[in-house]
């Protein structure tokens, strides 16, 4: 049996989705001339079936650099004349191409919500899915920054684990999806620093020689800057793009916080155990070799050796937030000078605190920055997606 026209890329959650994601975005080809062709489609919840030309300038006008398929919930809120629209759409361009791939990082726990659209079910075409993971700790730390930081009611990072964790079953939901009548295969692999890679090999498909490699994305902020978002919630809640506004600007040289302790780490390998066990069976030879002998799946004491933190809120301390400040005044003026026209920075943020001013005040003023910064680098990136 070939391999399904129809891939359905479905997560899992911070394993890498967003770098396929904006790989495909941006590629008009992902694989070589002369070869089976893939086209890289979004189901758009206002603008429906979204590929091509169009697609590709709907993800240069976005912070982040790429365009995802509505979530679950999102589909299943579309009225019927929408959704058939789209399924329309999405038949044409089946006809036309060997392979179409919509991905959203959150589908893998939704197959019922998914089923309930009854989009692939009138679609009348088999389809397959593709999933990466990776073990539920590193999940759940990078999770914590991702999601459980900056929930509206703040939750103790054990409670928000254990709440997370059953979303990291992944053998259960990956089995919900085999079940699908409609669905023929699932291919699973474990987060590599090459996801677009992995996945055209799991069709056997060859990339384009022009297809970057490696690329990622949506990769964590540096400690520094979280822990100033945690003093400044404001910042970061309800924008989630600011992460990808600031990334990559140097803003700090400590890495993402490891918040998960050997007893939390311990309890969540024990309860994993046995769907990381069933999800061994599910892989390729290669990969459940591997899997096995990567012990952060089966041992909380494969963190040991990690330097923790506390989730909770800490401090601000004079030193690094002086360094803060300047690296956060350095940047803004770069980008500020890359603007064809811009608002004047403000008079309060324009001369710096003193080096020896309180911890506070100088974390306030950073959090203006920052704030400041946001909206500059979004007003240059789409003046260079206009450009």
Not at 245 to 272: C, E, K, N
Not at 273 to 291: F, G, I, K, V, Y
Not at 295 to 317: F, H, I, K, N, V
Not at 318 to 346: F, I, N, W, Y
Request: aromatic share 6%; net charge negative; proline share 7%.
């Amino acid at each position: 049996m070939g391999h399904p026209r129809l891939i359905l890329h479905v997560g899992g959650a911070k394993c890498g989705s967003s770098a396929l994601q904006s790989t495909f975005s941006a590629q008009p080809r992902l694989t070589a001339p002369g070869t089976p062709d893939v086209v890289y489609a979004a189901l758009h919840a206002r603008r429906g079936l979204v590929h091509g030309e169009a697609l590709a300038t709907m993800a240069r006008s976005q912070s982040f650099g790429y365009v995802s398929s509505a979530t679950a919930q999102d589909l299943l809120d579309l009225n019927r004349s929408f959704r058939d629209r789209a399924l329309s759409d999405l038949r044409g361009l089946l006809a036309n191409h060997d392979h179409v791939v919509l991905s959203n990082e959150s589908w893998l726990p939704r197959c019922d919500m998914m089923t309930e659209m009854g989009l692939l079910e009138d679609l009348g075409e088999a389809f397959g899915v593709f999933a990466v993971v990776r073990p539920q700790v590193e999940t759940i730390n990078s999770g914590w920054w991702q999601w459980g930081a900056w929930s509206k009611r703040p939750l103790k990072l054990e409670v928000w684990a254990k709440r997370h964790l059953p979303q990291c079953q992944w053998h259960s939901h990956l089995q919900t999806w085999q079940q699908h009548p409609a669905c023929t295969d699932v291919a699973v692999r474990l987060l590599s620093r090459d996801i677009v890679g992995d996945f055209l090999a799991a069709y056997g498909l060859t990339p384009d020689p022009g297809l970057p490699q490696g690329k990622t994305s949506n990769v964590s902020l540096p400690g520094e800057v979280l822990r100033l978002f945690q003093r400044h919630p404001d910042l970061r809640k309800g924008r989630a793009v600011i992460d990808f506004a600031l990334a990559g600007f140097g803003l700090g040289d400590q890495p993402t916080p490891w918040v998960v302790d050997p007893d939390l780490a311990g309890q969540i390998t024990a309860q994993s155990r046995a769907d990381n066990e069933a999800l061994c069976a599910m892989l390729p030879e290669d990969q459940a070799s591997r899997m096995r002998d990567a012990p952060g799946w089966w041992s909380g004491t494969a963190y040991a050796d990690r330097s923790l933190e506390p989730s909770q809120t800490q401090p601000a301390e004079p030193g690094p937030a002086a360094e803060m400040q300047a690296r956060l005044m350095r940047t803004l003026d770069d980008v500020k000078g890359q603007l064809l026209l811009g608002p004047a920075l403000s008079g309060d943020l324009s001369d710096p605190l003193p080096a020896g001013a309180d911890a506070d005040q100088l974390d306030a003023r950073n959090a203006a920055l920052a704030a400041a910064l946001f909206h500059t680098a979004t007003a240059l990136h789409r003046q260079n997606a206009v450009g």
